[in-house]
T-cell receptor, first 110, second 114 residues
Framework: DAKTTQPTSMDCAEGRAANLPCNHS???????VYWYRQIHSQGPQYIIH???NNETNEMASLIITEDRKSSTLILPHATLRDTAVYYC???????????FGAGTRLFVKA | DVKVTQSSRYLVKRTGEKVFLECVQD?????MFWYRQDPGLGLRLIYF???????EKGDIPEGYSVSREKKERFSLILESASTNQTSMYLC?????????????FGEGSWLTVV
């Protein structure tokens, strides 16, 4: 599975959009981009995933660049409950050994 | 809603004890995983299973074993617990061989070995 690079931490004002970047320059053609988040003391929660098209669900939007070497997770209206560590990972079919790096600590402030 | 349930949220065990961590999923997933999470080290894969009675070692299998007798249940066993196995343990599951299959995690089990 390709490695990802994310900023260590970010701040966001409550009610504003949170844009979390991820670099995955070594991604291969059959690898999907996944985003998870982990609120303190809980298991990682699935947010969204995509291959090359932009995706949106009730939680977030995922924007993947045309060359697929980077992506951005967008939380459109961040709340205090969105304070968490956000993980960007890439994996392919049968990619059992999913690698979770350090992620980005997002602090949403009132 | 998808559900991965870990039997114990918090456990305290003594050094040398045999410890069982149980995990059940209700999504009919073929793949199941056990990870441990430690500060600064991220999530590390201990073992995974892609079918009943099948298991494969992950990155850090030493000191652990697993059992998968039924599709929905995957158990992690610490044969003789040691203090360096104090950690948060996460169970997860996913469908097999589907492009873009999603891994779902349980809430985690906090194990303290004293």
């Amino acid at each position: 599975d390709a490695k990802t690079t994310q900023p260590t931490s970010m701040d966001c004002a409550e009610g504003r959009a949170a844009n979390l970047p991820c670099n995955h320059s070594t991604i291969s053609g059959n690898e999907y981009v996944y985003w998870y988040r982990q609120i303190h003391s809980q298991g990682p929660q699935y947010i969204i995933h995509g291959l090359k098209n932009n995706e949106t669900n009730e939680m977030a939007s995922l924007i993947i660049t045309e060359d697929r070497k980077s992506s951005t997770l967008i939380l459109p209206h961040a709340t205090l409950r969105d304070t968490a560590v956000y993980y960007c990972i890439v994996r392919s079919t049968g990619g059992f050994k999913t690698i979770f790096g350090a992620g980005t600590r997002l602090f949403v402030k009132a | 809603d998808v559900k991965v349930t870990q039997s114990s949220r918090y456990l305290v065990k003594r050094t040398g004890e045999k410890v069982f961590l149980e995990c059940v999923q209700d999504m009919d997933h073929e793949n199941m995983f056990w990870y441990r999470q430690d500060p600064g080290l991220g999530l590390r894969l201990i073992y995974f299973s892609y079918d009943v009675k099948m298991k494969e070692k992950g990155d850090i299998p030493e000191g652990y074993s697993v059992s998968r007798e039924k599709k929905e249940r995957f158990s992690l066993i610490l044969e003789s617990a040691s203090t360096n196995q104090t950690s948060m343990y996460l169970c997860a599951s996913s469908l097999r061989d589907r492009v873009g299959d999603t891994i779902y995690f349980g809430e985690g089990s906090w194990l303290t070995v004293v």
